[in-house]
């Protein structure tokens, strides 16, 4: 029997992948990680340990200082302010972190290997909003041949959200039996819960609950305490 | 005018190319990164600081925690005993840590995205003795696939020894004067210096040496200090 390793960052997209591989590989063959890279938002780390709790799964969580020490990102320094604009060059907003999804991948990865794991799932989409380049599909495929090759192991890289619209993730996660865990999760770029509903994250999430017709657990959480 | 970024860990390989690095892209547009992974030799990152001081090269530390949180290798966890043999499942060395030089190509590409470098130069080799996968040629090819298509930037990455033997590599450089740089590394799996000169680092190194014809700057700082 088969066993996977899901990506859980504590948000929506990959919690509904714990699900959606707890559906695929069974109970007791699925495992999270989770990765304390100094995010701005340590509720973030909360909220994918009460995820993995919920779902009953292993849980670890790997700290990375790097990017902290690489710096100049308004994900972990807390000097620079998240802009909802793109930045003019380089297209992207300056919440990018420089390949952080081919890290994050690689180092589950390593845990993979370690554990004789062979299939790791993550919540990344091509039609995220935000285009990051290491969340498309095309990057996703360089990475699973050089995870393979450099690592000499049969790993399998599943992104079942890759070209999914955030109304379909979210009729996903109704049919998986996902709705009470997204109560959990947290997108608010700002942090905070309640959520602010202003920002891009709120606002995107928002959209994608309003579009599927089914009210977001997380709002209704504080709606009716 | 173009700029390089190298890999440099503090051993022979890494500084031959430095200097392959200082004379392809010339003084002034090369840097080097070392990676301080909780490696159980700290000697490593005083050569690495030693080799770059005297090539007069910019030269970052990057701090990663993570290897040594995933623990189970001997190269950052004391505990494990550094075997000379390889394991009988997987043919290789204790001292594999899966992915480690994914991990560090990544984060140097990080770098260089930040410092709008192109180039990046490592000392991995296919003919390594030790037969790590991600030193091998293939996945270095898909790795900076995947780095180009993950960061959407242009990088180059540059591995000059990929295959040349250990004798070539001394030749090299001596050919890039890079000779007097050699007695400032470290090769040792013992951590010592004077090197060991019994352990299968020392005896590799020795043997490049020997073969071509050339005393090791290192020995022979030792031999007449």
Redesign the interface.
């Known amino acids: 029997m088969e066993s996977a390793l899901v990506v859980l960052s504590g948000g929506q997209d990959s919690t509904t992948c714990l699900y959606w591989a707890l559906k695929r590989f069974g109970a007791g063959r699925v495992e999270a990680v989770t990765f304390d890279y100094g995010q701005r938002h340590r509720i973030e780390l909360d909220c994918a340990a009460r995820v993995a709790a919920r779902a009953d799964v292993l849980h670890t969580v790997?700290?990375?200082?790097?990017?902290a020490?690489?710096g100049?990102n308004a994900l972990t320094d807390t000097n620079i302010v998240v802009q909802d604009s793109v930045d003019a060059q380089?297209g992207l907003p300056n919440t990018f972190?420089?390949?952080r999804?081919?890290?994050f991948l690689?180092?589950a990865?390593?845990?993979a290997?370690?554990r004789d794991i062979h299939h790791i799932v993550t919540g990344v989409a091509q039609t995220d909003y935000s285009g990051y380049?290491?969340c498309?599909q095309?990057?996703l495929q360089?990475?699973e041949?050089?995870?393979r090759?450099?690592?000499?192991?049969a790993l399998t890289l599943h992104t079942p959200l890759m070209f999914q619209s955030k109304a379909d993730t979210v009729r996903l996660a109704r049919d998986l039996g996902a709705l009470p865990a997204l109560a959990d999760t947290h997108t608010c770029y700002n942090g905070i819960q309640p959520p602010c509903g202003e920002c891009p994250a709120c606002m995107l999430r928002a959209k994608g609950f309003a579009e599927a017709s089914i009210p977001d657990p997380l709002v209704e959480r504080f709606h009716n305490p």
Chains 1, 2 share one sequence.
Request: proline share 8%; net charge negative.
């Open positions: 790997l700290p990375i200082n790097t990017f020490a690489l100049g380089t972190v420089p390949g999804n081919l890290i690689t180092f990865a390593a845990l290997y370690s380049p290491d498309r095309a990057t360089a990475l041949q050089t995870l090759l450099g690592m000499e192991y």
